[in-house]
């Protein structure tokens, strides 16, 4: 039971245009969403967050935005750099008493910013 | 400030045979999990602790055992390796009130069962 979805598992966007990478989720019980990337070899390193009570999260080159009716979330990448050349994964918790934060995953979507 | 440090970065076992993966994070965080990470697939959490002492299953526990004696160390191990289990491994921590967004992970083990 796959909770968290990225239908997309690659995605190819040419250097300064926008990537935009898609996430849905199954859980009502979800309030707060992040995206993860993460480069070969190494763990995955936070990239932004959003919290169930806001539909927009902005930090800089990247937006997060959520649509809790439609339990879809997306990340916005503008203008793309080649540096961006990673795997993203979306990420999701419930808040409560026993939970400890625990992260589902989903199964990510490999980006590449051509030149 | 070396964060989440993971030993070894590769291990090649047969099946059968046991290994421990090491988890060491120098931030006093109290909150420590373990995911797998399969070809294609997300990550998974196989266990996770909330402070020494105290450790929980995750959604994908059966094969493994985890103790945490210290704040500092949680390491995964593997009774008798089968294919199955052949992933990569993640160690993350985090400080309560952080939220999520607070998550240190490791760079990873790369683990082959043959």
């Known amino acids: 039971d796959q909770q968290v979805k990225q239908n997309s598992p690659s995605l190819s966007v040419q250097e300064g245009r926008i990537s935009i990478l898609n996430c849905d989720y199954t859980?009502?019980?979800?309030?707060?969403f992040l995206w993860y990337k993460k480069y070969p070899a190494e763990g995955p390193t936070f990239l932004i967050s959003?919290?169930?009570?806001?539909d927009k999260n902005e930090d800089g080159r990247f937006t997060v935005f959520l649509n809790k009716s439609a339990k879809h979330l997306s990340l916005h990448i503008v203008p793309s750099q080649p540096g961006d050349s990673a795997v993203y994964f979306c990420a999701a918790s419930a808040a409560g008493t026993g939970t400890a934060s625990k992260l589902t995953f989903g199964t990510g979507t490999r980006l590449q910013v051509t030149l | 400030n070396a964060g989440v440090t993971q030993t070894p970065k590769f291990r090649i076992l047969k099946i059968g045979q046991s290994m421990t993966l090491q988890c060491t994070q120098d931030m006093n965080h109290n909150y420590m999990y373990w995911y797998r990470q399969d070809p294609g697939m997300g990550l998974k959490l196989i266990y996770y602790?909330?402070?020494?002492?105290?450790?929980d299953k995750g959604e994908v526990p059966n094969g493994y055992n985890v103790s945490r004696s210290t704040t500092e160390d949680f390491p995964l191990r593997l009774e008798l390796a089968a294919p199955s289990q052949t992933s990569v491994y993640f160690c993350?921590?985090?400080?309560?009130?952080?939220?999520?967004?607070?998550?240190?992970f490791g760079s990873g083990t790369r683990l082959t069962v043959v």
């Open positions: 859980n009502s019980m979800f309030d707060y």
């Open positions: 602790s909330v402070g020494a002492g105290i450790t």
């Open positions: 993350a921590s985090r400080k309560p009130g952080q939220g999520t967004a607070g998550y240190t």
């Open positions: 959003i919290s169930s009570i806001k």
